[in-house]
């Protein structure tokens, strides 16, 4: 008897569509999504960081020079974080409307027992970090900068300058580290939520994936937010305009 | 000592009701939460007021049939089931609202009572061995590590009230369905099926209205089992694993 | 004159082959027919729900009914200490036969020797099944299944679940019902109230219900009836039991011709939270185990009762206990110690609130252990009486009383677990057979599930293999008549409207049990609480008053009528105790006792289960008598001094 005549039961909807729209399973890719964005948190500080090579900031421009050099990928790995921004927002609309309709009818007296600040200011916090990506995605690698179109000795876009004297703007560095915040308040719940969802909390380990999580976002935060407060407060410097290749284009005549 | 109650009353079937204002005078403070509800009912019924209607049996903890929300918290402050709480918890002249579990799956039946047959109706999904009464092996043929057993007990003490997914903001019920699958899970006796069982007691949890776990943790706060949350990350693993297979299985 | 001579049907053979003759005899249903039986069980306890899941499994329709909101709350759940069974895994000496003498020595020798048997032989098979399904007992490092030691007992021989091995065991039995429920073949009505039995030609063969929810009533018919709805120990309105137990199911089928055994015989546990007020509404077990460190006195003045306890010098107590028992002292059994409460209360020198309360005093036990080792053995007890009483026992002693918790008595059955109804079956807390006069710890657990699970599913063939195809329509004048009487019963209650509550009569017949049908009973007390209830069942129907329709969720008239069957159940018991002139186990007469206060057993006149007739509303019902005969037993007196 062949192996395909064995009778598997009923046909089922495919089990990795069932599992997809499935409460746990969505909650997979809502984990899976921001797990993925997390990392990209983690590259982009990484990136960031490097501002704090070089007299002015040309670790950054190095940087950038080699993001830049190969498009097609660049534009792939831009499309594919949207992608990932897409289904962990998407996613996570769809459950919160799920629940919504779990809970139709809401106590007379709220009481609050163990959830965190975190979990119940998370949809918030989202929102807040989502309309900050834009203006951060339009302002410095849109171009909208008034700083876009500096270089640097050895003839780079001069992407530490743009940041640094951006953040010279209290608007642009308030705005900015306002987001850190939510950021940071986003990803206190976020990074021990993926161990969660995934499955990898146990017992025993909880209290360590609940403090290691705290520690690592507001450790992300810290780290961003010593960009803004470097450039506000003079330790990284810009370029002097008078030592630019191209006089035309300074600092100085743009502010 | 009294107290200053907002009861919340609702006639059967569809009506929406709303709180009812009592005043609880001289209640000993020895009394538990459900008998301070008897005295009121006893003062209402001969004042010839119907009786608060609430679900209560045991009255030791147990049998899971409390349900009532106590200033927003189910199953009232402290650990435990609100017929475990007594009334010196309070302080004399508190006003203590009083509602029924909120859960959109577990519709008011009338008053404070609720049905909360979707449990029953998740755990007939799969929350069983599958086994023949008649000549099971000898008990101690297959060895349990002791650590298991106590792990699978810790799941298994869940006493089916409804609290976790009445405290979830999301009304989720994931606390109550991991706690079965764990419990059953670990133990070898549950594990040929814990695929299959996974599989359809978190489909039957989620065509029943129930909500999707956030992460919130209040289920555990309130739970009067003290069943852990690591139960949902284990069964958000084991679903995951099972669906994989499924699949695997499916296209083999 | 008698009308009924009772057959206990016990198979023949020596006592240790019985079952297996009775196996090897019973007539048998073939898998293709059983779907043509329908089955009804009312109950969803450790009993009944066991024996809904098998029937469900071996193919039989069967109707499930249970008041709870979910089968799985049935008040099983609520035992603590755990499940004896004969498996000697501790190798110290236990068998089937120990397990055997054990329960039938435990009972007083007033059960059925044969039934006990058994029961002990099946016990070892209800580990098994239950580790199939998944009960988590608790267990020893290597992986084997760890045992604790019970009252009555020479030998460990108790599985247990932490302190919720009732509770484990009911999931169990809720997982494998709920199996079936999915499956198809049982159909659970929770809150569902039965409210009458169907008699057809003589044989039971379908119940009236009522819809808690919607207040309808309704008639379901099948081809036998099984009644698993646990004890009436709320007749005495404070008991361990939970607030829903009842009497109705059974007392309904009582007025319906099926008999009443040994009603009298209740057990009352020691170790009880007192009563604290009127507004109490049941009260709290503390586990025995408690005894094992705790020493019982009050003071030996009735001026120091109102005293600190610091206030009252050590040569001032009475640890009344080790006094009247030095060999057993603390650890006395369960009636004795319960009785000797009693009387040092009655005496006027009980401690607490109304003075009904003794002190069980861990200080010696801290001294001696430290206060660690008491927190490590006791820890949650003394939390949950922290949490009860407002008191913390490592400073001051704990108060308990004795508190109505388990009854013995119940319908009578045969070897089959056959009431002399053709067609009913009664199983678990709800029949008499098993315990005798009073009941060993921990074997409450392994009688419901033997029942369930190994002996019903066996038994009732014999009688469903001749009756295939005569399961009655539910349009019979038999089911339209009860329906309408459980109607009318109904609206008679609701058109009372008088000025009494329920629970304040409720309240009144459990003072008047507690008083003269309790721990200690007379000739003089009995007779005058027999008038009484007469007075009581008057003024219950002309002045309780139930508010409320009868079309909806209604708790006072659920409650209304299950009190209605304890006033009548009530002097049933207290009839029982008045013919019955001796005293065993959890029944005492004070007439009959031995100069040192010990319990006086008749074996020449009082060898017999009293079985009961009912014979009409306030007429004396009528006593049949099933002589004991035992083959394997000698008879002895208890002593434990």
């Not at chain 1, 501002?51 to 190095?62: L, T």
């Not at chain 1, 289904?87 to 996570?92: A, L, M, N, Q, S």
């Not at chain 2, 007594?86 to 203590?96: A, E, H, L, P």
């Not at chain 3, 109950?43 to 329709?61: D, K, M, P, R, W």
């Amino acid at each position: 008897m062949s192996v395909a005549s064995v009778y598997k039961g009923p046909r089922q909807a495919n089990p990795l569509w069932a599992f997809a729209v499935s409460s746990i399973g969505r909650k997979w890719i809502v984990g899976i999504s921001g797990g993925l964005l997390i990392l990209f948190v983690l590259a982009h500080l990484a990136g960031n960081l490097t501002i704090y090579v070089g007299p002015f900031g040309e670790g950054i421009n190095v940087y950038a020079q080699a993001l830049h050099a190969n498009p097609v990928l660049l534009w792939l790995a831009r499309a594919g974080l949207l992608a990932v921004f897409l289904v962990h927002i998407g996613t996570t609309m769809s459950l919160i409307i799920a629940n919504r309709r779990a809970r139709p009818q809401r106590y007379a007296v709220k009481a609050r027992l163990q959830s965190t600040i975190y979990v119940r200011t998370m949809a918030l916090s989202g929102l807040v970090v989502l309309s900050f990506l834009i203006f951060h995605v339009l302002q410095f690698a849109g171009g909208l900068s008034p700083y876009s179109h500096l270089y640097d000795l050895e003839g780079r876009h001069d992407v530490a300058a743009m940041i640094i004297l951006s953040f010279h703007n209290p608007l642009v560095s308030g705005f900015y580290l306002l987001s850190l915040v939510l950021l940071g308040m986003h990803l206190s719940h976020g990074i021990s939520s993926v161990f969660q969802t995934f499955g990898l909390n146990g017992r025993k380990s909880s209290g360590l994936i609940k403090h290691g999580g705290l520690l690592v976002a507001w450790a992300l935060m810290i780290g961003f937010a010593s960009i803004p407060v470097a450039s506000v407060t003079g330790f990284l410097k810009v370029l002097p305009d008078e030592r630019r290749p191209d006089r035309k284009l300074t600092a100085s005549s743009n502010s | 000592m009294n107290f200053h109650l907002k009861i919340w009353r609702q006639a059967e079937g569809k009506g929406r009701g709303g709180f009812q204002d009592v005043d609880a005078r001289d209640i000993p403070s020895e009394a538990s939460f459900l008998e301070m509800l008897d005295i009121v009912n006893d003062r209402l019924s001969e004042g010839g007021d119907e009786p608060v209607a609430f679900d209560h049996d045991c009255r030791e903890g147990i049998c899971g049939s409390c349900s009532l929300t106590i200033n927003g918290v189910p199953q009232g402050p402290g650990r435990g089931t609100a017929c475990q709480l007594y009334m010196r918890k309070f302080s004399d002249g508190d006003t203590i609202y009083i509602e029924p579990f909120r859960v959109g799956a577990f519709p008011v039946i009338k008053d404070l009572v609720i049905n909360r047959s979707a449990f029953d109706r998740v755990i007939a999904a799969g929350g069983y061995i599958s086994e023949r009464c008649g000549n099971a092996q000898d008990a101690n043929d297959t060895p349990i590590p002791k650590t298991v057993a106590d792990y699978a007990m810790d799941a298994a003490a869940c006493i089916g009230c409804g609290a976790c997914a009445a405290a979830c903001p999301n009304g989720s019920a994931m606390l109550f369905v991991s706690a079965k699958i764990g419990h059953l899970g670990l133990l070898p006796q549950g594990k040929p099926e814990a695929n299959r069982r996974v599989r359809r007691m978190v489909a039957k949890m989620d065509a029943e209205g129930f909500g999707n776990c956030s992460n919130y943790y209040e289920c555990e706060a309130v739970c009067p089992a003290g069943v852990p949350a690591a139960f949902i990350a284990k069964m958000n693993r084991d679903y995951a694993l099972a669906s994989v297979r499924n699949a695997v299985e499916a296209t083999a | 004159m008698s009308t009924i001579t009772l057959d206990p049907k016990i198979p023949s053979g020596p006592l240790a082959d019985k079952w297996a003759n009775f196996k090897a005899a019973s007539k048998l249903v073939s898998p293709g027919n059983k779907r043509r039986y329908e089955l009804i069980v009312v109950g969803t306890g450790l009993s009944g729900g066991s024996a809904a899941a098998v029937f469900g499994e071996q193919g039989y329709n069967v109707k499930c009914f249970c008041y709870q909101d979910s089968p799985r709350r049935a008040h099983s759940i609520a035992a603590q200490g755990g499940i004896n069974a004969a498996k000697n895994y501790q190798n110290d000496g236990d068998s089937v036969d120990r397990l055997f003498m054990d329960t039938i020595k435990g009972g007083d020798f007033r059960s059925r020797e044969s039934n006990v048997y058994r029961l002990a032989q099946v016990s070892t098979h209800i580990i098994d099944q239950c580790v199939a399904q998944g009960v988590p007992f608790a267990r020893e490092y290597g992986g084997m299944l760890a045992n604790r030691s019970f009252g009555g007992a020479q030998v460990s021989r108790t599985f247990y679940a932490r302190g919720q091995t009732g509770q484990q065991l009911l999931l169990g039995v809720y997982s494998e019902l709920s199996h079936q429920i999915s499956a198809g073949t049982v159909k659970m009505n929770p809150r569902h109230e039965m409210l009458d039995l169907v008699i057809v030609d003589g044989q039971a063969k379908g119940i009236i219900t009522r819809n808690m929810v919607t207040g309808e009533i309704e008639a379901h018919a099948a081809d036998a009836v099984i009644l698993a709805s646990g004890g009436y120990g709320n007749a005495f309105f404070l008991s361990t039991n939970a607030m829903g137990c009842n009497v109705t199911a059974t007392y309904r089928a009582y007025r319906r011709g099926a008999l009443f055994a040994n009603p009298c015989f209740t057990q009352i546990h020691p170790t009880c939270i007192p009563v604290s007020g009127e507004y109490q509404s049941k009260l709290t077990l503390m586990s025995e185990s408690l005894r094992n460190d705790g020493r019982i006195w009050v003071p030996k003045r009735k001026e120091d009762c109102g005293k600190k306890v610091a206030d009252i010098p050590e040569d001032d107590r009475d640890y009344f206990l080790e006094r009247k028992y030095p060999s057993y002292g603390n650890l006395a059994p369960r009636d004795i110690s319960s009785r000797s409460a009693k009387e040092v209360c009655d005496e006027g020198r009980g401690v607490g609130p109304g003075g009904l309360g003794v002190y069980m005093d861990f200080a010696d036990a801290i001294k001696r252990l430290g206060e660690s080792t008491i927190r490590e053995r006791y820890g949650n007890l003394f939390e949950m009486y922290k949490n009860i009483t407002g008191e913390n026992a490592y400073e001051t002693p704990m108060r308990i009383y004795p508190a109505v918790h388990y009854t013995m008595g119940g319908l009578w059955v045969d070897y089959e677990l056959q009431s002399n109804v053709p067609g009913l079956f009664v199983i678990g807390e709800a029949n008499f057979s098993d315990h005798g006069a009073n009941r060993l710890g921990a074997s409450a657990l392994m009688q419901g599930l033997a029942d369930g699970y190994f002996v019903l599913p066996y038994t009732i063939g014999n009688y469903l293999a001749p009756v295939r195809g005569t399961c009655p329509d539910v349009n019979r004048p038999e089911f339209k008549q009860a329906v309408e009487e459980v109607k009318e019963r109904v609206n008679r209650l609701l058109s009372i409207k008088g000025t009494r509550t329920v629970d304040s009569f409720h309240k009144e017949i459990g003072k008047l049990l507690w008083d003269e049908c309790g721990m200690a009973r007379s000739k003089e007390g009995l007779e005058m609480a027999i008038k009484k209830f007469d007075q009581i069942r008057e003024e219950f129907w002309s002045n309780v008053c139930v508010l409320g329709d009868g079309d909806e969720l209604n708790a006072s008239l659920e409650k209304a009528g299950r009190v209605a069957d304890f006033i009548e159940f009530g002097q049933l018991m207290c009839e029982d105790a008045l013919d019955r002139n001796e005293s065993c186990g959890g029944h005492f007469r004070v007439e009959y006792q031995t100069l040192e206060g010990e319990a006086l057993r008749n074996d020449d006149d009082y060898f017999y289960v009293s079985a009961w007739k009912y014979t009409g509303e306030g007429n004396k019902p009528e006593l049949i008598k099933e002589p004991l005969q035992y083959e394997g037993v000698k008879l002895a007196t208890r002593s434990y001094k």
